[in-house]
Protein backbone atom coordinates (compact mmCIF):
# COMPACT_ATOMS: atom_id res chain seq x y z
CA UNK A 1 0.00 0.00 0.00
CA UNK A 2 1.07 3.18 -1.00
CA UNK A 3 0.59 5.80 1.96
CA UNK A 4 -0.35 9.52 0.70
CA UNK A 5 0.97 12.28 3.20
CA UNK A 6 -1.19 14.49 4.33
CA UNK A 7 -0.37 18.34 5.26
CA UNK A 8 0.63 17.86 8.84
CA UNK A 9 2.80 14.30 7.91
CA UNK A 10 4.58 16.37 5.33
CA UNK A 11 4.87 18.86 8.34
CA UNK A 12 7.24 16.42 10.30
CA UNK A 13 8.55 14.83 7.21
CA UNK A 14 10.15 18.21 6.60
CA UNK A 15 11.79 18.89 9.70
CA UNK A 16 13.05 15.44 9.73
CA UNK A 17 14.40 16.55 6.10
CA UNK A 18 16.17 19.36 7.97
CA UNK A 19 17.92 17.54 10.43
CA UNK A 20 18.89 14.84 7.61
CA UNK A 21 20.67 17.82 5.70
CA UNK A 22 21.90 19.80 8.31
CA UNK A 23 24.11 16.15 9.27
CA UNK A 24 25.25 16.00 6.18
CA UNK A 25 26.34 19.31 6.03
CA UNK A 26 28.39 18.53 9.51
CA UNK A 27 29.99 15.87 7.97
CA UNK A 28 30.89 17.52 4.63
CA UNK A 29 32.24 19.90 7.48
CA UNK A 30 34.37 17.80 8.92
CA UNK A 31 35.54 15.05 6.84
CA UNK A 32 39.43 14.91 5.93
CA UNK A 33 42.36 12.21 6.19
CA UNK A 34 43.23 10.62 8.96
CA UNK A 35 39.52 10.24 10.86
CA UNK A 36 37.84 7.22 11.56
CA UNK A 37 34.47 6.36 10.06
CA UNK A 38 33.16 5.77 13.74
CA UNK A 39 34.05 8.92 14.61
CA UNK A 40 32.04 10.42 11.87
CA UNK A 41 29.25 8.37 12.49
CA UNK A 42 29.21 9.54 16.18
CA UNK A 43 29.47 13.43 15.56
CA UNK A 44 26.46 12.73 13.09
CA UNK A 45 24.50 10.68 16.24
CA UNK A 46 25.35 13.53 18.47
CA UNK A 47 24.14 15.79 16.29
CA UNK A 48 21.24 14.32 15.38
CA UNK A 49 20.24 13.53 19.26
CA UNK A 50 20.54 17.08 20.21
CA UNK A 51 17.61 18.02 17.41
CA UNK A 52 15.07 15.49 19.31
CA UNK A 53 15.40 13.34 16.85
CA UNK A 54 16.63 9.38 16.26
CA UNK A 55 18.48 8.35 13.77
CA UNK A 56 16.69 6.19 11.84
CA UNK A 57 19.24 3.50 10.64
CA UNK A 58 20.65 2.78 14.45
CA UNK A 59 18.84 -0.99 15.00
CA UNK A 60 17.13 -1.15 12.14
CA UNK A 61 16.40 -4.89 11.08
CA UNK A 62 19.95 -4.98 13.39
CA UNK A 63 22.11 -2.44 11.73
CA UNK A 64 24.67 -1.01 14.47
CA UNK A 65 25.35 3.04 13.62
CA UNK A 66 23.65 6.19 12.49
CA UNK A 67 25.07 6.47 9.37
CA UNK A 68 25.97 3.99 6.58
CA UNK A 69 29.87 5.10 5.46
CA UNK A 70 30.81 3.42 2.14
CA UNK A 71 34.52 4.11 0.62
CA UNK A 72 35.27 3.39 -2.74
CA UNK A 73 34.37 0.31 -3.71
CA UNK A 74 31.92 0.21 -1.37
CA UNK A 75 28.35 0.96 -2.54
CA UNK A 76 25.82 0.67 0.30
CA UNK A 77 25.54 -0.28 3.58
CA UNK A 78 29.30 0.17 5.38
CA UNK A 79 29.32 0.21 8.80
CA UNK A 80 31.21 2.64 10.45
CA UNK A 81 34.74 1.33 12.36
CA UNK A 82 37.83 2.24 13.47
CA UNK A 83 38.76 2.60 9.65
CA UNK A 84 41.06 5.44 8.50
CA UNK A 85 39.87 7.68 5.85
CA UNK A 86 42.64 8.15 2.97
CA UNK A 87 43.75 10.97 0.53
CA UNK A 88 41.99 10.68 -2.54
CA UNK A 89 38.89 8.26 -1.43
CA UNK A 90 36.09 8.66 -1.89
CA UNK A 91 33.21 8.34 1.19
CA UNK A 92 29.43 7.69 0.12
CA UNK A 93 27.32 8.75 3.30
CA UNK A 94 23.73 7.72 3.63
CA UNK A 95 21.80 9.19 6.81
CA UNK A 96 18.17 9.05 8.13
CA UNK A 97 16.44 10.63 11.08
CA UNK A 98 13.01 10.34 12.82
CA UNK A 99 11.30 13.12 14.71
CA UNK A 100 7.36 12.50 15.92
CA UNK A 101 7.14 9.28 13.63
CA UNK A 102 8.66 10.55 10.15
CA UNK A 103 11.52 9.56 8.86
CA UNK A 104 13.70 11.37 5.77
CA UNK A 105 16.54 10.09 4.04
CA UNK A 106 19.52 11.67 1.90
CA UNK A 107 22.91 10.42 0.72
CA UNK A 108 26.27 12.25 -0.40
CA UNK A 109 29.10 10.86 -1.80
CA UNK A 110 31.91 13.08 -1.04
CA UNK A 111 35.67 13.75 -2.18
CA UNK A 112 38.69 13.46 0.25
CA UNK A 113 41.61 15.35 -0.48
CA UNK A 114 42.67 15.06 -3.97
CA UNK A 115 40.83 12.61 -5.75
CA UNK A 116 41.26 11.52 -9.36
CA UNK A 117 39.49 13.29 -12.64
CA UNK A 118 37.73 9.85 -12.78
CA UNK A 119 36.18 9.75 -9.94
CA UNK A 120 35.04 13.07 -9.68
CA UNK A 121 33.34 12.36 -12.74
CA UNK A 122 31.56 9.73 -11.36
CA UNK A 123 30.56 11.90 -8.03
CA UNK A 124 29.04 14.72 -10.47
CA UNK A 125 27.39 12.04 -12.63
CA UNK A 126 25.90 10.35 -10.19
CA UNK A 127 24.38 13.36 -8.30
CA UNK A 128 22.94 14.81 -11.57
CA UNK A 129 21.19 11.92 -12.27
CA UNK A 130 19.41 12.54 -9.88
CA UNK A 131 18.10 16.26 -10.90
CA UNK A 132 17.51 14.49 -14.16
CA UNK A 133 15.11 12.21 -12.81
CA UNK A 134 13.43 14.50 -10.37
CA UNK A 135 12.40 16.17 -13.73
CA UNK A 136 9.77 13.11 -13.94
CA UNK A 137 8.76 13.46 -10.06
CA UNK A 138 5.82 14.65 -11.03
CA UNK A 139 2.04 13.88 -11.20
CA UNK A 140 0.22 11.36 -13.91
CA UNK A 141 4.21 10.26 -14.65
CA UNK A 142 5.02 6.75 -13.35
CA UNK A 143 8.04 6.11 -11.20
CA UNK A 144 9.13 4.31 -14.78
CA UNK A 145 10.16 7.91 -16.07
CA UNK A 146 12.19 8.57 -12.68
CA UNK A 147 13.57 5.21 -13.20
CA UNK A 148 14.36 5.63 -17.34
CA UNK A 149 15.71 9.22 -16.56
CA UNK A 150 18.49 8.20 -14.01
CA UNK A 151 19.34 5.04 -16.21
CA UNK A 152 19.26 6.55 -19.50
CA UNK A 153 21.72 9.95 -18.19
CA UNK A 154 24.03 7.24 -16.14
CA UNK A 155 24.51 4.68 -18.91
CA UNK A 156 25.10 7.70 -21.43
CA UNK A 157 28.09 8.52 -19.30
CA UNK A 158 29.61 5.07 -19.70
CA UNK A 159 28.78 3.62 -15.87
CA UNK A 160 26.65 1.63 -14.95
CA UNK A 161 23.31 1.54 -12.21
CA UNK A 162 23.39 -0.90 -9.36
CA UNK A 163 19.80 -3.03 -10.10
CA UNK A 164 20.30 -5.02 -6.75
CA UNK A 165 18.71 -2.19 -4.85
CA UNK A 166 16.46 0.56 -5.09
CA UNK A 167 14.50 4.16 -3.59
CA UNK A 168 11.71 3.50 -2.01
CA UNK A 169 8.82 5.54 -0.04
CA UNK A 170 9.06 6.87 2.98
CA UNK A 171 6.76 8.43 5.66
CA UNK A 172 6.29 6.56 9.03
CA UNK A 173 8.48 3.99 8.35
CA UNK A 174 11.70 4.40 6.48
CA UNK A 175 10.97 1.65 3.49
CA UNK A 176 8.21 2.20 2.11
CA UNK A 177 5.97 1.30 -1.31
CA UNK A 178 6.35 1.86 -3.67
CA UNK A 179 10.13 0.90 -4.47
CA UNK A 180 11.50 3.25 -7.16
CA UNK A 181 14.46 1.29 -9.24
CA UNK A 182 17.63 3.47 -10.76
CA UNK A 183 16.59 1.73 -14.21
CA UNK A 184 13.41 0.99 -15.88
CA UNK A 185 10.99 1.89 -19.33
CA UNK A 186 9.24 4.88 -19.43
CA UNK A 187 5.33 4.91 -19.16
CA UNK A 188 5.47 2.12 -16.65
CA UNK A 189 4.94 1.23 -13.14
CA UNK A 190 2.65 3.38 -10.38
CA UNK A 191 1.80 6.36 -11.16
CA UNK A 192 2.92 9.15 -9.28
CA UNK A 193 0.60 11.17 -6.98
CA UNK A 194 0.32 14.26 -5.23
CA UNK A 195 1.65 13.34 -1.70
CA UNK A 196 3.70 10.65 -2.33
CA UNK A 197 7.55 10.70 -0.49
CA UNK A 198 9.72 9.10 -2.32
CA UNK A 199 13.62 8.94 -1.59
CA UNK A 200 15.40 8.76 -4.68
CA UNK A 201 18.61 7.41 -4.92
CA UNK A 202 21.09 7.04 -7.86
CA UNK A 203 24.03 4.00 -7.20
CA UNK A 204 26.11 3.77 -10.01
CA UNK A 205 29.49 2.32 -10.50
CA UNK A 206 32.23 3.02 -12.26
CA UNK A 207 32.26 -0.16 -14.01
CA UNK A 208 30.11 -3.39 -13.72
CA UNK A 209 26.40 -3.12 -12.23
CA UNK A 210 27.46 -6.57 -10.30
CA UNK A 211 27.42 -6.37 -6.57
CA UNK A 212 28.97 -8.72 -3.67
CA UNK A 213 27.69 -8.14 0.23
CA UNK A 214 30.78 -8.91 2.35
CA UNK A 215 30.45 -11.59 5.56
CA UNK A 216 29.29 -8.98 7.76
CA UNK A 217 25.61 -9.26 5.86
CA UNK A 218 25.49 -5.37 5.15
CA UNK A 219 28.30 -4.10 3.44
CA UNK A 220 27.43 -4.25 -0.60
CA UNK A 221 30.71 -3.65 -2.59
CA UNK A 222 31.34 -3.51 -6.59
CA UNK A 223 32.05 -6.78 -7.82
CA UNK A 224 34.92 -6.11 -9.82
CA UNK A 225 36.30 -3.49 -7.78
CA UNK A 226 35.15 -0.47 -9.13
CA UNK A 227 34.11 2.90 -7.77
CA UNK A 228 30.57 3.72 -6.52
CA UNK A 229 29.20 6.64 -5.95
CA UNK A 230 25.69 7.37 -4.26
CA UNK A 231 23.58 10.24 -3.90
CA UNK A 232 20.30 10.18 -2.79
CA UNK A 233 17.25 12.87 -1.76
CA UNK A 234 13.59 12.41 -0.09
CA UNK A 235 11.37 14.41 -2.91
CA UNK A 236 7.43 15.44 -1.91
CA UNK A 237 5.39 15.41 -4.76
CA UNK A 238 3.02 18.01 -5.18
CA UNK A 239 0.80 19.91 -7.83
CA UNK A 240 3.59 21.74 -9.10
CA UNK A 241 7.15 21.27 -8.91
CA UNK A 242 8.35 18.41 -6.47
CA UNK A 243 9.92 19.39 -3.23
CA UNK A 244 12.88 18.36 -1.83
CA UNK A 245 13.38 18.41 1.67
CA UNK A 246 17.15 17.20 2.32
CA UNK A 247 18.39 20.49 0.34
Same mark, same amino acid.
Given at each position: ???????????????????? #???????????????????????????????????????????????????? %????????????????????????????????????????? #???????????????????????????????????????????????????????????????????? %??? #?????????????????????????????????????? #?????????????????????????
Amino acid at each position: MIYIKNDDDIFLMKKAGHIV #RDTLNLIKSIIKPGISTNYLDCEAEKYILSCGAKPSFKGYYGFPSTLCISIN %NEVIHGIPSDKIIKDGDIVSVDCGANIHGFHADAARTFSVG #RISEEADNLIKVTEQSFFEAIKYARELNTIGDISFAIQNYVESHGYSVVKAFTGHGIGKDLHESPEVP %NFG #RKSSGIMIRKGMALAIEPMVNMGSEHINVLDDNWTVIT #RDGSLSAHYENTVIITSDEPEIITL
